[in-house]
């Protein structure tokens, strides 16, 4: 059985730092397609950053840009997401998530796998 499994969400002020890690159980993911997404109340699940299987490419969604940094250990099937100058607009459940797809897929039904989110909040 594959688990994804967030951590290092929180509450922190605006301009503070946080990284979340995101362990992969049940199923080597190297060569996957990771992302991060995120959601908040009343609004659609939208991908902050994501990754290539090749641990190559990315993208980051405008607003993370300069931000954000996604990153993957491969021997340790870890995904991280380091978020620094958090803006209180960054406030969601954040969620890790690995698709099959080829390339840097952007949208969540591109993506196979799911954890269970971990919360942002972030205040003025």
């Known amino acids: 059985q594959e688990q994804l499994i967030e951590s290092g969400g929180g509450l922190v002020q605006a301009g503070d730092s946080l990284t979340l890690s995101c362990a992969a159980f049940?199923?080597?993911?190297?060569?996957?397609?990771m992302g991060w997404f995120r959601q908040a109340p009343g609004k659609d699940r939208d991908v902050v950053a994501a990754?290539?299987?090749?641990?190559?490419?990315?993208f980051y969604t405008d607003s993370v840009k300069g931000r954000f940094t996604i990153s993957r250990d491969d021997a340790r099937n870890t995904l991280s997401l380091q978020m620094n100058s958090l803006k209180p607009e960054d406030t969601a459940v954040y969620y890790c998530?690995?698709?099959?797809?080829?390339?840097?897929?952007?949208?969540?039904?591109?993506?196979?796998?799911w954890g269970q989110g971990t919360q942002v909040t972030v205040s003025s």
């Open positions: 049940g199923r080597k993911f190297a060569g996957y397609a």
């Open positions: 990754m290539g299987g090749n641990g190559i490419s990315t």
């Open positions: 998530a690995a698709s099959r797809t080829v390339g840097v897929p952007t949208t969540p039904r591109e993506y196979d796998f």
